[in-house]
T-cell receptor, first 113, second 108 residues
Framework: DVKVTQSSRYLVKRTGEKVFLECVQDMDHENMFWYRQDPGLGLRLIYFSYDVKMKEKGDIPEGYSVSREKKERFSLILESASTNQTSMYLC????????????FGSGTRLTVV | DAKTTQPPSMDCAEGRAANLPCNHSTISGNEYVYWYRQIHSQGPQYIIHGLKNNETNEMASLIITEDRKSSTLILPHATLRDTAVYYCIVNQGGKLIFGQGTELSVKP
């Protein structure tokens, strides 16, 4: 089975800190995605990547950046964390652009205090 | 962008079939319909997807109307572990855009 592993299940950071959320998949998937999930707002796409060193903005990229230096790893970066970035962050991957099922990680619940 | 509409919540008796509807009236001809579910505090889990024809796998069946404007996910024998939020999604150029989903409660 494909596994998408997110480095932390729970994370607490202070306002203004630089935060790295790591995501690794083990099945050579080209496509990787970062979502955040908030009550009443559902899952919203932040950034995605179709290949190494390639990135595309999703619906809510403000305050975030990403890095994809290796195919298996997709990092979400909060340059200066703010309290409104407290959320559940979900990483996903899929084989390549097209009509295949996505595999999601278990999520990282980030709290910014 | 194609959008989906689902009822916010549904109940189903354990052992009975759960039929979850979804409207996607603005879907384009080459856009697939996906279904995912999310159990509390876990990442979404892929269930099934389809384009035109009905699909079945070990988890569920997907019935898509001929005009492709709506679909129904069928869990043939719901169990308590099927209690979750179910999302109907149209794949938009390789991106999954989630709606609010249907919260399915399976009751003993």
């Amino acid at each position: 089975d494909v596994k998408v592993t997110q480095s932390s299940r729970y994370l607490v950071k202070r306002t203004g800190e630089k935060v790295f959320l790591e995501c690794v998949q083990d099945m050579d998937h080209e496509n990787m995605f970062w979502y955040r999930q908030d009550p009443g707002l559902g899952l919203r796409l932040i950034y995605f990547s179709y290949d190494v060193k390639m990135k595309e903005k999703g619906d809510i990229p403000e305050g975030y950046s990403v890095s994809r230096e290796k195919k298996e790893r997709f990092s979400l970066i909060l340059e200066s964390a703010s309290t409104n970035q407290t959320s559940m962050y979900l990483c996903a991957s899929t084989l390549f652009q097209g009509n295949y099922g996505y595999t999601f990680g278990s999520g990282t619940r980030l709290t910014v205090v | 962008d194609a959008k989906t509409t689902q009822p916010p919540s549904m109940d189903c008796a354990e052992g009975r079939a759960a039929n979850l509807p979804c409207n996607h009236s603005t879907i384009s001809g080459n856009e697939y319909v996906y279904w995912y579910r999310q159990i509390h505090s876990q990442g979404p889990q892929y269930i099934i997807h389809g384009l035109k024809n009905n699909e079945t796998n070990e988890m569920a069946s997907l019935i898509i109307t001929e005009d492709r404007k709506s679909s129904t996910l069928i869990l043939p024998h719901a169990t308590l572990r099927d209690t979750a939020v179910y999302y109907c999604i149209v794949n938009q150029g390789g991106k999954l855009i989630f709606g609010q989903g249907t919260e399915l409660s399976v009751k003993p």
